[in-house]
């Protein structure tokens, strides 16, 4: 193929074909990735920058963050998520994942895939331990968002999901703005609309590895989680409905600590149902994202994140599953505990917990929500 026939798309940088040698020079990006790599007819890599030099890719195959390079206390820059090298790669026959995804309808656990809206019991996937996962098998994190790219910092993903996507009732068009802000935070602002009353949490599934080297796992992290509650789960990782103190347990991340150092402590039942950390904590923020929900910081590189939320509560996932069948990037195997995540969300299967925070949506309401991942590097 002529590459200077190829059609530019905003924000990827395609290489073209130089007039003397005939030969393609690749354009790449700080991370490392070949944009051309991630370019079909529907998806392509967007890549978002700052005067500081940070750097951010996104796909807009499910909304995903593929790359974030920042500097840590040397100031050498340094990809701190985990993911692949290629759409191909991303592609659930290919990888099962959620790396950097933006999710929907509805990020975490409905028990046994049953809501109940307006008295009509709607049945969804189950495509997790009997229940339905990040909205199910074909939830947005497999599906195609149209981009714009308004600036060299803002990206705009569209999703427009139809009545009786994996069984969710009514039309529902849904944004994610990604803005890359001057302090080198990666600013998420979330807003969704429907025809038909239906649930909505939204939330960014990346998998972070301060360290920049997924060889080295996270537990040596300290992290930081503005919660004095969790809500316990049962061996399937479903809610039980209770709201317990952290208090006293493997789950007090009051105070900073490293994420391994009772992560696996199986005596305590909650460690061994999530097979380590895999659970929400109700944040203290009370919807205030002025105020830090969680903080994570990387010893060996400095490197720091802030995590801040208008949402209740984040789950925090400390790579459990990931066990060493997965390459990603660079050819690097992904083994267990090579990433956190820190997903800012309604608690799971809140439908059918009326007590909780609503996640209902109806027609005429916009649904939003905001997520910042500040980065920055520890005192």
Known sequence: MNHASKVLIPGVMIALMTACSGTAEKTLTKSGLDPDKFLTDSTALYTLSNANGMEVCITNYGGRIVSVMVPGRDGMMRDVVLGFDSIQ?????????DFGASIGRYANRINKGVIV??????RLPQNNYGHCLHGGPTGWQYQVYNAQQLNDSTLSLTITSPDGDNNFPGNVTATVTYMLTSDNAIDIAYSATTDATT??????????????????????????VNADYFTPVDSTFMTTGEIAPVAGTPMDFTQARSIGSEINDYDFDQLRNGNGYDHNWVL??????????????SPSTGIRLDVFTDEP????????????????KGGK???????ICLETQHYPDSPNKSEWPSVILEPGQTYRSHCVFRFSVAE
Not at 117 to 122: C, F, M, P, V, Y
């Open 284 to 297: 203290n923020t009370q919807g205030d994202d002025s105020q830090i929900a969680a903080t994570l910081v």
């Open 89 to 97: 790669a991303y592609l659930p026959e290919n990888n099962k994942s």
């Open 117 to 122: 809206i307006n008295g009509d019991s709607i």
């Open 333 to 339: 195997v992904y083994n267990q505990r090579a990433a």
């Open 313 to 328: 509560g984040i789950q925090v996932y400390s790579g459990n599953f990931l066990d060493g069948t997965v390459t990603g």
């Open 199 to 224: 649930v909505i949490n939204m939330t960014n599934h990346s998998y972070f590895n301060l360290n920049g080297n997924p060889d080295q796992a996270i537990t040596d992290n300290m992290l930081t």
